[in-house]
């Protein structure tokens, strides 16, 4: 499917709400790149493993992704000639300590959810690496003490260096003729090394190295001479820390770097298995179930083709649905008044190639027409991407090898002729794409022109249609496209209907009623 029809259809916005349920960056980021597919055996093998996914979830909870971070720039950084930090190698550790919880969930489900235990296969053991990590980086990402026998020492050593440095410069602060020379009675640290802050005016009466300046000019910042050697030993034994600890990584980078094909291979099935539980956590509460997978008729003739086709069962609009959902939960007190729109969703029934290939549908303005079509194209869509839909159990789709569409705003008729030459151009590029395979959708055929014209389009189409054989929906408002199904075989009419008591439209869709 195109990108023009996924954006028309609201499969764009559908990806945001998936990555919504998502629980970590990886899964978000499939979730916002999920396309449907057009293989029946890739579909089929998707749904099932989200049909899993949902009982998973009703017996387990959850796969526990959260912990999971997008770690492949840690991991090129790793590569030697190392440049990870130590934060780079606690989030990796992080990552691989998930990969472990994700197997042993996978592990403990029940032998019938078979297909997410296969999973495991691609989460291999990183426990040794793990506790590589964890022996050298702290979980804040600081470099432990005990990483090393040398890092230890000279970690004890700047400690004991640190102490003398600081009594050398106390004892400065606390001699009243070096206190009178002081901006202030604190120890400052200028390029690691600790000085004092001195009255500019005061200069070279403190024997010592002059740092710098302050950049008011009032303050030069000096070494004192008796601070001056401790000063180089601490410096010194900092030089060595930081090659203690380079060394130290450096090696760690080694360890990961070797496993990096597996990790990577882990890092993929995780962002899967997050996003499966994002489309179960997502059937589930919006009570959303597995359409069954039929296939094509391998004749067509114009009889009945019975358990073909696409047949959905109080199909729902699942953007809509989330909207009334939202609305629900933010009102206090739903209007209740008999001439208010609909609280709730209203479902429809809607079938396609088992008695008929091609189903107009007419009706008033604002009955529906377009939200049935695009409830029809989106479901379809999401099923093909492997997610469950909001039908009723028994309903069941062919896989398509396309869905094209030209719908527009079905509450403006009224169109310029520049819309109606492109929607000419987009008819001409649909009937030339379209297969027997191929799910078409038509808002408002014809119109855009004088009802003559328009009609003859329409007709035109109508005949274009039934000799591909693809499966077509199509609403409309001329009447001669109503009396269409009247005198040709696999066409039928269907209607939105409309209320003459309260005259408002109700939304439901009549099959096999003008």
């Known amino acids: 499917m195109d990108a023009f029809t996924l954006e028309k259809i609201g499969f764009d916005a559908l990806r945001l709400i998936l990555a919504s349920y998502c ?38 909870g959850l796969p526990p992704t959260g912990s999971v ?97 600081h009594d050398v410069m106390h004892s400065y602060l606390r001699n009243p ?26 200069r070279g009466r403190l024997p010592g190295v002059v740092h710098r300046q302050s950049h008011s000019g009032q303050t030069v910042f000096v070494e004192p001479n008796a601070s001056v050697q401790l ?54 509460q919006f009570n959303m179930t597995c359409p069954e997978i039929v296939d094509f008729p391998h004749k067509k003739s114009d009889a009945p083709r019975d358990n073909t086709g696409l047949e959905f069962f109080q199909a729902r609009h699942p953007l809509l649905e989330l909207q009334f959902a939202q609305k629900t939960a933010n009102d206090a007190k739903p209007s209740q008044t008999p001439d208010a729109e609909p609280q709730h969703i209203v479902p429809i029934d809607v079938r396609l190639g088992s008695d008929f290939d091609v189903l107009i549908i007419t009706g008033s303005n604002t009955g529906g027409k377009t939200v049935t079509l695009k409830t029809v194209a989106l479901l379809v869509a999401m099923a093909q991407a492997g997610l469950h839909i909001p039908v009723r159990r028994g309903s069941r789709m062919p896989v398509f090898d396309d869905v094209l569409i030209d719908i527009g705003d079905e509450q403006s008729l009224e169109q310029s002729l520049s819309t109606f030459g492109a929607h000419i151009a987009r008819l001409k590029h649909i009937l030339s794409r379209a297969t027997p395979k191929t799910l078409v959708l038509l808002d408002e055929l014809g119109s855009g022109t004088d009802p003559d014209e328009g009609g003859a389009i329409g007709q035109a189409v109508m005949d274009e249609l039934r000799r591909i054989g693809c499966g077509a929906m199509v609403s409309t408002h001329f009447s001669i496209l109503k009396a269409y199904a009247i005198d040709h075989s696999r066409v039928d009419n269907a209607s939105v209907e409309f209320d003459t008591r309260t005259l408002r439209p109700t939304y439901h869709l009549r099959i096999g009623t003008p």
């Open 231 to 284: 000063n180089n030993h601490l410096v010194d034994l900092r030089d060595h820390e930081r090659m203690e600890i380079e060394r130290l990584l450096s090696e760690l980078g080694v360890k990961i770097h070797t496993r990096t094909k597996a990790i990577n291979l882990a890092l993929a099935a995780l962002a899967k298995i997050d996003l499966l539980g994002a489309k179960a956590q997502y059937a589930y």
């Open 69 to 165: 971070a997008d770690i492949s720039g840690a991991l090129d950084r790793a590569r030697p000639p190392c440049g990870a930090s130590g934060e780079d190698f606690s989030q990796i550790a992080s990552t691989l300590q998930a990969v472990s919880s994700v197997r042993e969930y996978l592990a403990n489900l029940p032998s019938e959810l078979d297909q997410l235990r296969a999973m495991t296969t691609r989460l291999a053991d990183f426990t040794s690496q793990v506790q590589a990590i964890r022996a050298v980086v702290a979980p804040d990402g600081s470099v432990r003490d005990d990483a090393s026998a040398h890092l230890g020492k000279l970690r004890r050593d700047i400690a004991k260096t640190t102490t003398e440095i």
């Open 177 to 202: 003729a070096v206190k009178k020379l002081l901006t202030s009675v604190n120890i400052t640290i200028h390029s690691d090394r600790y000085v004092l802050p001195v009255r500019a005016d005061n």
């Open 23 to 60: 629980r970590c960056s990886l899964g978000k980021s499939q979730a916002r790149r999920i396309n449907p597919s057009t293989k029946p055996d890739v579909v089929r093998n998707w749904l099932g493993q989200t049909t899993q996914m949902v009982q998973a979830l009703c017996d387990a």
